[in-house]
């Protein structure tokens, strides 16, 4: 059974930073494209950051030069790292795995961790 699990979420300030970690397990992370989405109350899930299992990274235009995304595959880890935090980016954060192949597609979602960005 697969399951991915978020943490690092929590309160803090505008300009803080945090880091959310997802730890996946039944799964081989390496084959997987990773990536972080989020959702706000009121809004649709949107795209945070992705990054191919070959090592592309794309970032929502809402949070470029400010997040970062990374993966430790020994781990099966996937990093999200926050800086210059502001009340937008007050969501929870949901990590996912997705991979397809010639006749099935793959995809996998964590519980999801909240940040709040407040002073």
């Known amino acids: 059974q697969v399951q991915l699990v978020e943490s690092g979420g929590g309160l803090v300030q505008p300009g803080g930073s945090l880091r959310l970690s997802c730890v996946g397990s039944g799964i081989i992370f390496s084959i997987y494209q990773l990536g972080w989405y989020r959702q706000a109350p009121g809004k649709q899930r949107e795209l945070v950051a992705i990054?191919?299992?070959?090592?592309?990274?794309n970032y929502g235009d809402s949070v470029k030069g400010r997040f970062s995304i990374s993966r430790d595959n020994a781990k099966n880890t996937v990093y999200l790292q926050m800086n210059s935090l502001k009340a937008d980016d007050t969501a929870v954060y949901y990590c996912?795995?997705?991979?397809?192949?010639?006749?099935?597609?793959?995809?996998?979602w964590g519980q999801g961790t909240q940040v709040t960005v407040s002073s």
């Open positions: 996912n795995a997705n991979r397809r192949d010639l006749n099935k597609g793959y995809d996998y």
């Open positions: 990054e191919s299992r070959g090592g592309s990274i």
